[in-house]
């Protein structure tokens, strides 16, 4: 059904972010909830056609600050389950789609109410406990992000919606903007519990149906934005979540013929190889699924001599270790003129040792734990790596332990080599190198941060030289898809800085924003014509 009503979305604006300041009764309010939820282990289903389904096969939830602590129990599906949530989502797809899609954004814009009022407090601890947040990464994250995404997707849709074409006289031209054939199956990270509730949320508010499989080691926030959905009115079987392996939800979903679209934040290698299954498979399906993927990044900062050392030093700072570096965005290899690097040093070594690492109970810790062993020991190879290189020196952090949690020490490297091995891969933790650069080297430099790198995720520039601005901006034009003067290339925000990269950093469909939306409709022209001709012939004809 067509209709020209266009309602106009609540007015959008990013939502404000609390500071959690010392002794304030947000911050009281929000440490009462983390020890109220701390006191309890969640019985976490996989969600089926509107049904709590539980496997019996169980994966503890722990927190990762605190490994012994468990805080619940995830019920884990595989083929069958996986097969009967597709089920459920093409059985729901008919009826969520012939919904006027003013019905469906309300549902996503109470959900961000709900976010923002009682379920703030819920969301941002679940982050926090299982994710190992502290209070402002998870407020900006679990809440903030997510709330905007919500909002301003509804924002958007509007504005998709009222894109019609021009007509000529006597006919009356119009698109339909539909939902996809089939499911999408939506697999989404640990790290951010906003792209985790925002990958199956985009393409169900467009009228889609999904198949969302989390990331093991966020079920417990997972849980909290399946609940927060249903109070929303999310009708059954339009989001299907279940805990699942990553290979065996590929093998159970990626060959079905129904199959519309993938939704994927995750490392780069997974999401090559489901290009390459979904390729194989590409003369089964009803249509050609859209892939839309964000991955891997090794992002840089690179600074010019013009550039505010203490400037450079307070982004790296931030830009690396904030989340002990678990961004595809965070700062992980920087670029830093001799003339500058004292003081660069002097100011970021300072910065380093006075962070506080520990528990996200204690607010004053700025450093949390990595999420799970596996990254732990992976983390922990490269720092061992660069301490027994002869072209590396780590000059703080450098401790590792897991003992009682997952702790990796903030670690700052710096190497003579520009294409050492922890300037070129992604690590995803708390370590940046930084390559000193002498000042007549200032353009062969700009090429080894270009090419220095299979990704083009985010970067950032350095310099007071507005000439030098500009050309370093043009040099590195296609070495990041989020590009920052001045700042670090962290902290996207919804609406203002679209999200995503190329090369190897995915499709740079940039979430938060329209372009996102497109990929999830089907636009359908209309033509209708008032007055049908009836002879063929043209004036041409005579």
Known sequence: MISANIPQTPAVKNE?????????????????????????????????????????????????????????????????????????AIKAQKDWAA????????????????????????????????????????????????????????????????????????????LDWRPLEGFVMAITPFNFTAIAGNLPATPAMLGNVVVWKPSGTQMLSAYIIMQVFKEA???????NMVAADGPVAGAALLPRPDLAGVHFTGSTPTFQHIFAEVGGNIGRYHSYPRLVGETGGKDFVFAHESANPIAVATALARGAFEYQGQKCSAASRAYIPSAIWPE??????????????????????????????????????????????????????????????????????????????????????????????AEADFEDTLELCDQ???????????????????????????????????????????????FGGGRASGTNDKAGSALNLYRWLSPRTIKETFVTPTDYRYPFLG
């Not at 690492?357 to 810790?365: A, E, H, I, V």
Request: net charge negative; aromatic share 10%.
């Open 99 to 174: 919904l006027p899609w003013q019905s469906r954004a309300a549902v996503f814009l109470k959900a961000a109410d709900l976010l923002a009022g009682p379920y703030r407090n819920i969301i941002n601890a679940a982050t926090m406990h299982g994710q190992s947040k502290n209070c402002f990464q998870a407020e900006i994250d679990a809440a903030c992000e997510l709330i905007d995404f919500l909002r301003f997707n509804a924002y958007f849709y509007q504005q998709i919606m009222e894109q019609q074409p021009v007509s000529s006289p006597g006919v009356w031209n119009q």
């Open 344 to 437: 660069v040093k002097a100011q970021l070594v300072e910065d380093v040792k006075s962070f506080k690492m520990g528990s996200t109970r204690d607010f004053g810790n700025f450093i949390n734990a990595v999420i799970d062993e596996r990254s732990f020991d992976k983390i922990k190879s490269y720092v061992d790596f660069a301490s027994n290189a002869a072209d590396a020196e780590i000059v703080v952090g450098g401790v590792c332990d897991k003992s009682e949690g997952y702790f990796v020490e903030p670690t700052v490297i710096v190497t003579s080599n520009p294409q050492f091995k922890t300037m070129q891969e992604e690590i995803f933790g708390p370590v940046l190198t930084i390559y000193v650069y």
């Open 16 to 88: 404000p972010i609390s500071e959690f300041r010392p002794g304030s009764a947000e911050t009281l309010s929000l440490q009462s909830t983390m020890d109220h939820m701390a006191a309890q282990q969640a019985d976490i289903p996989c969600f089926i056609g509107g049904q709590e389904v539980r496997t019996g096969q169980v994966e503890n939830v722990v927190m990762p600050h605190d490994h012994s602590h468990v805080l619940g129990q995830a019920h884990v599906g595989g083929h069958q389950e996986l097969n009967q949530a597709a089920d459920a």
């Open 233 to 239: 009115g999310l009708p059954d079987g339009v989001i």
């Open 452 to 498: 220095g790198s299979i990704y083009a995720l985010t970067g950032a520039i350095f310099a007071q030289d507005r000439f030098m601005i500009n050309h370093m901006a043009d040099r590195l034009r296609n070495a990041a898809g989020n590009f920052y003067i001045n700042d670090k290339p962290t902290g996207a925000v919804v609406g203002q800085q679209p």
